[in-house]
């Protein structure tokens, strides 16, 4: 279990050890070259790549990429369709990859309404790839953070049904266990490409103390100087957690427990 950052204070790195993103602007990449929005969205597969890469090559531990939304439903039917089998073919092709550089892949997400071809690649990808180390590469497909906090809640309720007879608030950490990505660290850094500064229902629960980075490049011009621009951006901040500079100051990258 990882500790919760409203309970336990991180230690300091200068390196984020989670980096979650929003991969937003494909549409508009295409739109800008007179390309149909697939086209947009096929270079952002490639943009894809490249940024796994390089997180590997920094030392992140887990990248965690938003790559369809529970809202992503209301596009276009052609456009749905599209991506879904952009994504079938990203799994077919590129999780012999991954396992091959030793990269741990997990899908967060509710993935009951796709293909059951789709649902049995992200099995036997998951199963693969289960006991790789060098990163964890998460994708967030029909992913929603108002869907993950509700049905870990359901969970929570499910293994603890004397909390629900208690009819009290059960304490936040208590849920942190049954979100989808129980198996990660909370995010140390958020990016956003595209130059909307939103969340758009991404990690609700976990960016609770996550640094937020917005860049108005379009994701499939996102690269590894833009990466190395927004882990540069996270060393510079200062995480108080609720503390003040001056308590920093006195104790700096110490691991303080939070006082209950
Ligand atoms: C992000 O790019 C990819 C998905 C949401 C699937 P968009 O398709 O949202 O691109 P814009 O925002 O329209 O430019
Ligand atoms: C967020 O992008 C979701 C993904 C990148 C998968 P959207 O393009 O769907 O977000 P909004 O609609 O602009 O908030
Ligand atoms: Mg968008």
Known sequence: MFPSSTR???????VPRHVAIIMDGNGRWAKRRFLPRVAGHKRGVEAVRAVVKHAVERGVEYLTLFAFSSENWRRPADEVSILMDL????LEQEVGKLHGNGIRFRIVGDTTPFDPRIREL???????????????LTIAANY?????????????????PEALAADTVPPPDSIAPYLAMSYAPEPDLFIRT??????SNFLLWQLAYTELHFTDLLWPDFDEAAFDAAIASYARRERRFGRTSEQ?????????????
């Open 8 to 14: 336990e204070i991180p230690a300091s790195r200068a």
């Open 87 to 90: 994504f079938l073919r990203a």
């Open 122 to 136: 992200i099995a036997a990808g998951e199963a693969l790839t289960a006991r790789n180390t060098r990163l964890t």
């Open 144 to 160: 929603g953070g108002r869907w993950d906090i509700a049905q870990a809640a359901h969970a929570f309720y499910r293994a603890h």
């Open 194 to 199: 595209g130059g909307e500064q939103r969340v």
């Open 248 to 260: 920093l100051a006195n104790a700096p990258g110490s691991r303080l427990a939070v006082e209950e």
